[in-house]
Protein backbone atom coordinates (compact mmCIF):
# COMPACT_ATOMS: atom_id res chain seq x y z
CA UNK A 1 0.00 0.00 0.00
CA UNK A 2 2.72 2.47 0.68
CA UNK A 3 4.75 2.04 -2.26
CA UNK A 4 1.40 3.18 -4.13
CA UNK A 5 1.54 6.14 -2.29
CA UNK A 6 3.77 8.33 -4.53
CA UNK A 7 3.97 12.12 -4.86
CA UNK A 8 2.08 12.18 -8.40
CA UNK A 9 -0.22 9.71 -6.67
CA UNK A 10 -1.28 11.92 -3.43
CA UNK A 11 -1.64 14.76 -6.11
CA UNK A 12 -4.30 12.93 -8.28
CA UNK A 13 -6.15 11.64 -5.04
CA UNK A 14 -5.81 15.15 -3.82
CA UNK A 15 -7.16 17.31 -7.24
CA UNK A 16 -9.89 14.81 -7.21
CA UNK A 17 -10.63 14.76 -3.59
CA UNK A 18 -8.99 17.20 -1.55
CA UNK A 19 -9.44 20.47 -0.36
CA UNK A 20 -7.16 23.56 0.66
CA UNK A 21 -9.35 26.46 2.48
CA UNK A 22 -10.00 29.03 5.30
CA UNK A 23 -12.52 28.94 7.99
CA UNK A 24 -12.80 31.37 10.69
CA UNK A 25 -10.76 30.58 14.35
CA UNK A 26 -12.76 32.00 16.71
CA UNK A 27 -15.71 34.47 16.29
CA UNK A 28 -14.07 38.37 16.46
CA UNK A 29 -10.77 37.14 15.95
CA UNK A 30 -10.74 38.24 12.53
CA UNK A 31 -8.02 35.56 11.75
CA UNK A 32 -8.67 32.51 10.11
CA UNK A 33 -6.90 29.23 9.50
CA UNK A 34 -5.99 26.89 6.77
CA UNK A 35 -8.00 23.46 6.33
CA UNK A 36 -6.26 20.86 4.22
CA UNK A 37 -9.12 17.67 3.93
CA UNK A 38 -8.91 14.77 1.87
CA UNK A 39 -12.15 12.70 1.35
CA UNK A 40 -12.65 9.29 -0.09
CA UNK A 41 -15.47 6.86 -0.52
CA UNK A 42 -14.94 2.92 0.84
CA UNK A 43 -11.02 3.25 0.94
CA UNK A 44 -10.84 2.75 4.74
CA UNK A 45 -7.61 1.38 4.67
CA UNK A 46 -5.96 3.69 1.94
CA UNK A 47 -7.18 6.61 4.01
CA UNK A 48 -6.13 5.44 7.52
CA UNK A 49 -2.98 4.66 6.20
CA UNK A 50 -2.61 8.48 4.56
CA UNK A 51 -3.59 9.69 7.62
CA UNK A 52 -0.76 7.66 9.22
CA UNK A 53 2.06 9.29 7.08
CA UNK A 54 0.48 12.90 6.62
CA UNK A 55 -0.77 13.40 10.26
CA UNK A 56 -4.92 14.16 10.35
CA UNK A 57 -8.08 13.02 12.58
CA UNK A 58 -9.86 10.32 10.29
CA UNK A 59 -13.67 11.20 10.25
CA UNK A 60 -16.17 9.09 9.27
CA UNK A 61 -19.22 10.25 7.24
CA UNK A 62 -22.30 8.81 5.45
CA UNK A 63 -22.40 5.74 3.48
CA UNK A 64 -18.28 4.65 3.86
CA UNK A 65 -17.18 8.31 3.10
CA UNK A 66 -14.11 8.93 5.31
CA UNK A 67 -12.53 12.30 5.77
CA UNK A 68 -9.08 13.03 7.18
CA UNK A 69 -8.71 16.46 8.19
CA UNK A 70 -5.05 17.29 7.94
CA UNK A 71 -3.21 18.35 11.41
CA UNK A 72 -0.63 21.23 10.74
CA UNK A 73 2.45 19.23 10.51
CA UNK A 74 0.83 16.68 8.00
CA UNK A 75 -0.76 19.39 6.29
CA UNK A 76 2.42 21.12 5.45
CA UNK A 77 3.85 18.02 4.90
CA UNK A 78 1.36 16.96 2.50
CA UNK A 79 1.36 19.59 0.39
CA UNK A 80 5.02 20.00 0.37
CA UNK A 81 4.63 16.81 -1.63
CA UNK A 82 2.11 17.01 -4.24
CA UNK A 83 2.85 20.75 -5.08
CA UNK A 84 4.75 19.86 -7.79
CA UNK A 85 2.46 17.26 -9.65
CA UNK A 86 -1.30 18.88 -8.44
CA UNK A 87 -3.01 19.95 -11.34
CA UNK A 88 -6.60 21.42 -10.96
CA UNK A 89 -5.62 22.38 -7.39
CA UNK A 90 -2.51 24.00 -7.96
CA UNK A 91 -3.17 27.54 -6.75
CA UNK A 92 -4.78 26.25 -3.90
CA UNK A 93 -1.83 24.42 -2.68
CA UNK A 94 0.36 26.78 -3.67
CA UNK A 95 -1.23 29.84 -1.49
CA UNK A 96 -1.95 26.76 1.70
CA UNK A 97 1.98 26.51 1.59
CA UNK A 98 2.50 30.34 1.90
CA UNK A 99 -0.45 30.22 4.51
CA UNK A 100 1.22 28.47 6.60
CA UNK A 101 4.49 30.48 6.07
CA UNK A 102 2.65 33.08 7.68
CA UNK A 103 0.97 31.36 10.69
CA UNK A 104 3.04 30.95 14.33
CA UNK A 105 3.46 27.62 14.79
CA UNK A 106 2.67 28.80 18.68
CA UNK A 107 -0.23 29.94 20.58
CA UNK A 108 0.07 33.62 21.25
CA UNK A 109 0.72 36.96 20.92
CA UNK A 110 0.85 37.38 16.73
CA UNK A 111 4.36 38.44 16.18
CA UNK A 112 3.49 39.32 12.47
CA UNK A 113 4.71 42.14 11.23
CA UNK A 114 2.00 44.69 9.62
CA UNK A 115 2.84 43.79 6.45
CA UNK A 116 3.21 40.05 6.49
CA UNK A 117 -0.48 40.51 8.44
CA UNK A 118 -2.02 42.36 5.55
CA UNK A 119 -0.41 39.68 2.94
CA UNK A 120 -2.29 36.80 5.36
CA UNK A 121 -5.42 38.29 5.00
CA UNK A 122 -4.95 38.88 1.17
CA UNK A 123 -3.84 35.22 0.44
CA UNK A 124 -6.86 33.90 2.95
CA UNK A 125 -9.11 36.23 1.24
CA UNK A 126 -7.48 34.56 -2.33
CA UNK A 127 -7.50 31.18 -1.27
CA UNK A 128 -11.56 31.62 -0.55
CA UNK A 129 -12.41 33.23 -3.83
CA UNK A 130 -10.24 30.48 -5.71
CA UNK A 131 -12.43 27.79 -4.00
CA UNK A 132 -15.50 29.61 -4.95
CA UNK A 133 -14.54 30.66 -8.79
CA UNK A 134 -13.59 26.78 -8.50
CA UNK A 135 -16.75 25.83 -7.85
CA UNK A 136 -18.63 28.26 -9.94
CA UNK A 137 -16.47 28.79 -12.94
CA UNK A 138 -13.55 27.02 -15.00
CA UNK A 139 -10.25 28.07 -14.46
CA UNK A 140 -8.31 26.63 -16.38
CA UNK A 141 -5.76 28.79 -18.47
CA UNK A 142 -5.23 30.93 -15.50
CA UNK A 143 -1.67 30.82 -14.26
CA UNK A 144 -1.75 29.93 -10.94
CA UNK A 145 -0.14 32.48 -8.50
CA UNK A 146 -0.95 35.13 -11.14
CA UNK A 147 -2.10 37.36 -8.79
CA UNK A 148 -0.33 37.60 -6.12
CA UNK A 149 3.32 37.58 -8.02
CA UNK A 150 2.48 40.98 -8.54
CA UNK A 151 1.80 41.86 -4.86
CA UNK A 152 4.43 39.19 -2.84
CA UNK A 153 8.08 38.28 -3.54
CA UNK A 154 6.91 35.07 -1.64
CA UNK A 155 5.16 33.02 -4.71
Same mark, same amino acid.
Given at each position: MIEKLTPQY? /?? =?FDGEGCVSVNQCNPGSGWRRVIVNLGLTN???? @? !? #? @? /?? @?? $?GGV #? $? !? %? %???? +? @???RREGAEKLLDCIKDHVIVKEYQVKLGIELFKLIPKEFGPCQ???? +? +?????? =??DLLEDAN??? /??? %? =? +?GIPPGEIIESESPII
Open positions: L /AG =LQEKL @I !R #T @I /AE @IY $P #T $P !R %N %NGFL +Q @ICFLSLQ +Q +QVLRMR =LEYKR /ATT %N =L +Q
